[in-house]
């Protein structure tokens, strides 16, 4: 187990609604980077949380946001769902943004968008 | 930016074989390379990674070797076991610590 855990395990939501994801990042961690997971496909970038700023954004549109808190847990908003949106979320929490900081990840949030 | 490929798709061998799975990425910046191994519903977990500074190495039963003038590094698996069955996950990244850049994966099955 890594100590990162992530909620809820699933989650079904519909078209057009807002979903917020939680993570809880490894006791120390200070870094939190968000991966969307389509099914058969590798994660792909989201955003990066390093001490409650975002540092750095893959290609998702600004209808994916995301906060971090002072004791470093994190949270995935979309808003808008679309049924793309469908996915496997995974969060990775790492001791910072550095090389030589391994990132280590939670087992995911199951998105379904009907 | 970063473009990483990866094969094969599906990999199937008889327990006690090797497997070798290959990815090529594009982007010259890249100085990180793990490998990540992901079992049914659960997260991706490191088996091993590699810097740009160093052309192989090794873990017990798994090997990584680069590439940095040809863009490409491998993943090989010695003596596989019916545990090893998972899909693999490379990726490549200007740093550890930052934006992890994945290819598709393996699906690699050991049979008995």
């Known amino acids: 187990e890594t100590g990162v855990t992530q909620s809820p395990t699933h989650l079904i939501k519909t078209r057009g609604q807002q979903v917020t994801l939680r993570c809880s990042s490894q006791s120390g961690h200070n870094t939190v980077s968000w991966y969307q997971q389509a099914l058969g496909q590798g994660p792909q970038f989201i955003f990066q949380y390093y001490r409650e700023e975002e540092n750095g954004r893959g290609n998702f549109p600004p209808r994916f946001s995301g906060l971090q808190f002072p004791n470093y847990s994190s949270e995935l908003n979309v808003n808008a769902l679309e049924l793309d949106d469908s996915a496997l979320y995974l969060c990775?929490?790492?001791?910072?943004?550095?090389?030589?900081?391994?990132?280590?990840f939670g087992a995911g949030t199951r998105l379904s968008v009907l | 930016g970063e473009n990483v490929e990866q094969h094969p798709s599906t990999l199937s061998v008889q327990e006690g074989d090797s497997a070798v799975i290959k990815c090529t990425y594009s982007d010259s910046a890249s100085n990180y390379f793990p490998w990540y191994k992901q079992e049914l519903g659960k997260g991706p977990q490191l088996i091993i990674d590699i810097r740009s500074n160093v052309g192989e190495k090794k873990d017990q039963r798994i090997a990584v070797t680069l590439n940095k003038t040809a863009k490409h590094f491998s993943l090989h698996i010695t003596e596989t076991q019916p545990e090893d069955s998972a899909v693999y996950f490379c990726a490549a990244s200007p740093n550890s610590g930052y934006a992890l850049n994945f290819g598709k994966g393996t699906s690699l099955l050991v049979t008995p």
């Open positions: 990775a929490s790492s001791l910072g943004t550095g090389a030589g900081n391994i990132q280590y």
